[in-house]
């Protein structure tokens, strides 16, 4: 009998996931940095777990006063697989994760002399657990990991990242207005390093969001100690 209500309910969580799978296409202007940042996102669920990922790209290259083309970009792609999705460890998921970036520092077209140089977002491998929470009706939902990270050439005192990813549907009992987020705790050689990004979106109409984001962030991409950076943005989702 238990196993039978276990099997309803995890394929009630397939097919929520399912109906949340999407692509979407984030704008956000970061009053922080002064730039636009555009994010194409993805999440897609099959038989074998899922996959998500994100591209992100900075615009702040300008000739002049006229932005001419992207200045950073970071890409991540995290699959979850779970081939026991009938026993009493559905909630549990292997994951496997890659990052990886590049960006530039000073202005190409500046006057002669400008500083300007590039420099990378080292590779990331992690691999580790991922453990699923939700609500009865599936609209409130939380993932937790725990995930071995190795850098390319860039060696961590301790090697492992926490990851909490949220997401609320219909907060406050109102249809459309969703919160969502992430946060993120690792080691770069031997500082602590922590980024979280919060969002909050109303939707519109179909497929178009308005909301607005706040990165919040402790030693991370170069900026020390506690930095607070608010977006404001549009999602299309396709």
């Not at 559905?90 to 400008?114: D, H, K, M, R, V």
Request: net charge negative.
């Amino acid at each position: 009998m238990f196993k039978k209500i276990f099997i309803a309910a995890f394929a009630l969580l397939a097919m929520a996931q399912m109906a949340n799978a999407q692509t979407n296409f984030q704008t956000f202007y970061d009053f922080g940095r002064g730039h636009v940042t555009t994010t194409m996102e993805g999440f897609h669920v099959d038989n074998w777990g899922n996959t998500f990922f994100f591209i992100d790209y900075d615009y702040n290259n300008k000739d002049g006063n006229t932005i001419v083309s992207p200045n950073n970009t970071y890409f991540e792609i995290a699959r979850c697989l779970n081939f026991w999705q009938n026993s009493k460890l559905a909630p549990f998921s292997w994951q496997i994760e890659y990052n990886g970036g590049f960006g530039t520092w000073g202005n190409l077209f500046g006057e002669p002399g400008n500083d300007y140089g590039a420099f990378p977002v080292n590779s990331a491998f992690l691999t580790g657990v991922d453990y699923f929470l939700h609500s009865g009706d599936f609209k409130n939902t939380l993932n937790l990991k725990l995930l071995y990270k190795y850098f390319v050439k860039l060696p961590s005192k301790v090697p492992v990242q926490f990851t909490a990813v949220w997401g609320c549907q219909d907060l406050f009992g109102a249809p459309g207005l969703r919160f969502s987020g992430f946060a993120d705790f690792w080691c770069e050689g031997e500082k602590l390093v922590i980024l979280s990004e919060p969002q909050i979106w109303y939707q519109l109409f179909d497929h178009f969001n308005i909301g607005s984001e706040v990165e919040l962030s402790y030693n991370f991409a170069g900026m020390k100690g506690f930095n607070v950076m608010p977006c404001l943005g549009t999602k299309w989702v396709f």
